[in-house]
């Protein structure tokens, strides 16, 4: 799946080693890459080559123990294992983990054995307090084992604390479900449950997993309303060309000629079971009041009240209103005929009637403030900023009604305390346990570069799945991420395309659009849409570049290509530590 491929593969990420900051006491193996006259050296640590003068005798090409001992200023380390420590013990070459253990008195075991040699694997400079926490943590947890390490190390390099709270919330990354699958199961348990507790828990999790969202409605529906409305502007005559082409009305037939037709096939008697099928509320009696309005608001007001779903779905439905309009065209070959009409040559009225017709399919189009409204709701009601609303609630700036009525976390935080039965308890703790997981690896900031990454349930019409949101760009004075040069990956599983990555590039506040997907290219609908997305950067004072079209393969390449436009650039001079 795309989402853990983003977890263990790092799809997008920054591929710049992480800033060397010792710490005292810290423990870590680094290698003398090269001597230099004057006891200086080039020692690589943790990917990252410094500037090092030598106190102890050691020699180029080979491993040893450092320790900071002082980490002010130019830190100071100390080999715990020079060379003449190894000719004296009989070492051999190689750092000996047997006898750094014994240095840091830590715990004489397998366990502890295998836990360091894999942090000197991962070149994770360590603590003994590190190793002592660690072990005890792994082992409390029956975690001793690679998957274990691994999270550890993890944890480490993001600077969280290795408390079992954190370790399961960042594991459950990895090994539970995904956010939408957690919040469908709790739903469904919430239903079932009769618990008191339960109550407004049950209604979040309703709005996030079934919002209130209709079906997509059948473009054909649409035109038609379109060709209904009055006047003889550009969608209206173009949705009337449209029409033509699809072989629903004949080329060149007026509006006044298609709503008689229809008014009279609707009102014939023969017609009475397609009429109840296809308007179930028309209550009796109506028929009636319906007859007494003019052709063309007779049209208008029908089509206003049918509702036929898009696609296959609708096909049915879509057949019977053909009928009606009497046209001779099967159902299934009108729809295919629309799903070709991007790559005929249609004309400024044509696309016109075509684009808004796509447009008002989006399940976001009835939605004020659009898609990035509803995805601010989703972050609220999730409560990815609980810790900050805490905050914010102790200032006085919000009330405790909202920050826990509101909240998807507050209520999990709360049900948590509540004598729930086995499998709801269970459940409750595996959703807290994710939405902590993403609050974790939410951000991360390396030097002037940030990273923010979320995710987020996503509801297309029937089809649920998981978005997930990185952004990437160097950081304001105002803590911000600069809009002119920055960058918007999207991560997505979608119903008939698949796993899509759509890579947003922004320089100087020029975009480019790069969609990553294993399909081939609907070269003829990108041509359509683009000058619409360029219309609408422009509003925002930006301007499209290119929209592409790559195999999924290409993402990686193109991810480490793009890091240089905004990792730090780390430059040594003089003496960075000495031994």
């Known amino acids: 799946m795309i989402q853990s491929r983003i977890h263990n ?70 080999v715990l294992d020079d060379n003449a420590i190894r000719q004296r013990e009989g070492l051999g070459d190689q750092p000996s983990i047997q006898k750094l253990i014994q240095q840091l008195s830590l715990p004489a075991s397998k366990e502890t054995e295998a836990f360091v040699r894999h942090l000197s694997e991962q070149q994770q400079p360590f603590t003994r307090q590190t190793v002592v926490s660690g072990s005890q943590l792994l ?3 029956q975690q001793f084992n690679q998957r274990g390490f691994q999270t550890l190390i993890e944890m480490m390099q993001r600077q969280l604390p290795l408390t079992k709270e954190t370790f399961q919330a960042y594991q459950s990354l990895t090994l539970s479900p995904s956010l939408t699958q957690q919040l469908q199961q709790l739903s469904q348990m919430l239903e079932q449950s009769t618990h008191p507790a339960t109550g407004q828990l049950r209604q979040l999790t309703a709005a996030l997993v079934h919002p209130d969202q209709q079906a997509k409605p059948s473009p054909i529906v649409q035109l038609l309303a379109q060709f209904a409305t009055e006047g003889e502007g550009d969608v209206s005559r173009g949705a009337g060309q449209l029409l033509a082409r699809l072989g629903i009305i004949e080329a060149g037939a007026s ?34 009041e319906l007859s007494r309005l003019e052709p063309r608001q007779f049209l208008e007001t029908m089509l206003g009240r049918l509702s036929i779903p898009a696609g296959k779905e609708g096909e049915p439905a879509l057949q019977q209103l053909l009928q009606l309009l009497q046209s001779k065209e099967p159902a299934a070959a009108i729809h295919s005929r629309w799903l070709t009409l991007p790559q005929q040559e249609l004309s400024a009225s044509e696309r016109a009637a075509f684009l808004q017709v796509l447009e008002s399919g989006s399940p976001f189009a009835q939605e004020k403030g659009g898609a990035a409204k509803h995805l601010q709701h989703v972050l609220q009601l999730l409560g990815y900023q609980h810790e900050r609303d805490v905050s914010r609630l102790l200032q006085g700036e919000l009330t405790r009604e909202t920050i826990v009525t509101d909240r998807v976390k507050a209520q999990l935080l709360q049900l948590q305390q509540q004598d729930l039965p086995a499998g709801l308890k269970e459940q409750v703790n595996q959703t807290l346990q994710r939405l902590t997981g993403q609050q974790l690896l939410a951000q991360e900031q390396n030097g002037p570069y940030q990273q923010l990454i979320l995710q987020l349930p996503l509801t297309l019409g029937a089809w649920q799945t998981d978005m997930t949101v990185q952004w990437e760009g160097k950081k304001q004075q105002n ?21 899509t990555i759509v890579d947003v590039q922004i320089q100087n506040r020029i975009v480019a659009v790069t969609v990553y997907n294993e399909h081939e290219s609907p070269d003829a609908l990108i041509n359509v849409l683009v000058p619409t997305l360029k219309k609408g950067l422009a509003e925002h004072n930006y301007q499209l570049l290119s929209v592409k079209w790559r195999k999924m393969k290409d993402a990686q390449a193109s991810s480490q290509q793009a890091n240089h436009l905004y990792k730090p650039h780390v430059h040594y001079q003089g003496v960075d530590v000495r031994i």
């Open 255 to 288: 509006r006044s000629q298609l709503a008689s037709q229809f008014q009279t096939a609707v009102l014939h008697p023969a017609n009475r079971e397609i009429v109840a099928s296809l308007w179930p509320d028309l209550r009796s009696g109506q028929g009636a």
């Open 139 to 141: 082992t409390e947890l």
């Open 479 to 499: 803590g911000e991420l600069n809009p002119d040069y920055c960058r918007i990956l999207f991560y997505l599983t979608l119903e008939q395309l698949e796993e």
């Open 9 to 78: 593969e790092g799809i997008g990420q920054p591929s710049q080693p992480r800033p060397l900051h010792l710490t005292q006491g810290q423990v870590f193996q680094g290698r003398i890459a090269k001597l230099y006259p004057q006891n200086m050296a080039a020692l690589q640590v943790h990917g990252t080559t410094v500037t090092a003068r030598l106190e102890a005798a050691l020699t180029a090409g080979q491993r040893y123990w450092f320790e900071v001992q002082e980490s002010a200023g130019i830190p100071r380390l100390r």
